[in-house]
């Protein structure tokens, strides 16, 4: 019997379009001998494109009560993210659309371009109190697509306008496109921005995370934005055992030297359809350790691929995340960093015009 081993997708995370089973979309079983024919039937796999939609919600801000979070309300200007992480927790926000996790996530993109407006008329509203919004907890604030869209810019400029606090995480070194918007908001203290760095091995990113910045750009932009006074946060996240822990404490030594004073480390999660998703990439690229991988991430996650509970998804527990959590933490003194957190000011909040309405006071 011929067992072909399908090629890796090339420059994407998913390796196959993991159709979603939890909504009820039908599931086609094909052929066999058709699915070894198609090429020669239909010529060969035409390169996968990305796509955007612009959807026109009602509200931007979306509001949460989780109690192991440090933020209450966030915006996403865009759904799906063409940087592409296999690993990313987001992934199955796409099938409550009927859309992949897998491929359909990376390449089938929705920007929001109403953003910008419908938060002004969020924050104009009378009985609106301030708190940090927190930007990219879903998708990428910075994903390529910004570039065209500059929605990310549009939000932004409207915090600044309202002097209302706010937090980026990114993975991207296109944050530094908005270093003259992020300087002024951290002139007032309503800005703290994290870079998230999973390793310094580019081959690895680029089979991580294959549309994200490179680790050095994305330390080189944690630099520059030490420069520019910014409140800068690295977070080495996900820690994926076997794959990229070896990273920890070069990373954080990295991050010492460039005069960062916060650090995070976050294990790696495996909701719903990220979990099959992320053992098919590890059977593509890293067959030799897929085993080893699984076992640590069952042994940190009380037996089972992924631990939802509130603390403990962001809390593992046994002697690897013992172990992970020491070493972090030693390297973290070694390089001089501590625990900071940044407190941003609101109390200098004010509503911002809409409609041509100028404020009174």
């Known amino acids: ?89 987001a992934r199955p926000t796409h099938a409550y659309h009927d859309l992949s996790p897998g491929l359909d996530f990376e390449t089938r993109l929705f920007a929001k371009p109403d953003a910008a407006q419908l938060l002004r008329e969020t924050l104009a509203k009378p009985k609106y109190r301030p708190r940090p919004i927190a930007m990219g907890t879903n998708t990428d604030p910075y994903q390529p697509i910004e570039a065209r869209y500059r929605i990310t810019r549009e939000v932004l400029e409207v915090c600044l306008e309202a002097r209302h606090p706010v937090t980026i995480t990114t993975k991207s070194s296109r944050v530094l496109r908005d270093i003259d918007l992020l300087a002024e908001l951290a002139r007032r203290r309503l800005v703290a921005v994290a870079i998230s760095v999973t390793s310094l091995d580019p081959h690895l990113s680029g089979l991580l995370e294959p549309r994200a910045s490179s680790p050095a750009k994305r330390l080189a932009a944690l630099g520059e934005l030490v420069r520019a006074e910014i409140p800068a946060h690295i ?22 030297a460039l005069g960062i004073g916060s650090a995070s480390w976050i294990p790696l999660r495996l909701p719903h359809e990220v979990a099959p998703l992320f053992r098919e ?34 809390r593992p527990t046994g002697v690897w995340a013992d172990l992970f959590r020491a070493r ?10 501590a625990k900071a957190r940044f407190e941003l000011d609101c109390s200098q909040f004010r509503k911002p015009e809409v409609g041509g309405q100028m404020r009174l006071l």
């Open 1 to 89: 019997m011929d067992e072909r081993v399908a090629p890796p997708v090339s420059g994407r995370g998913a390796q196959s379009a993991q159709v979603p089973q939890r909504f009820g979309l039908n599931a086609r079983e094909t052929d066999g001998d058709w699915q070894d024919a198609a090429e020669a039937l239909d010529g060969p796999p035409v390169k996968l494109r990305t796509t955007v939609t612009e959807e026109h919600p009602k509200t931007i801000l979306s509001f949460n009560q989780s109690p192991d979070i440090p933020f209450d309300r966030s915006i996403n200007a865009y759904r799906g993210c063409e940087h592409g992480c296999v690993y990313c927790f």
């Open 328 to 337: 972090f933490n030693l390297a973290c003194k070694r390089a001089g960093i």
């Open 235 to 256: 977070s080495i996240a996900p820690v994926i055992p076997a794959i990229t822990d070896e990273f920890m404490e070069g990373l954080i030594a990295q991050a010492g």
């Open 281 to 314: 990439w590890l059977s593509v690229h890293y067959p030799d350790r897929a085993g080893k991988v699984m076992s640590i991430v069952r042994q940190i996650r009380s037996g089972k691929d992924n631990d939802p509970g509130f603390f403990t998804r962001m």
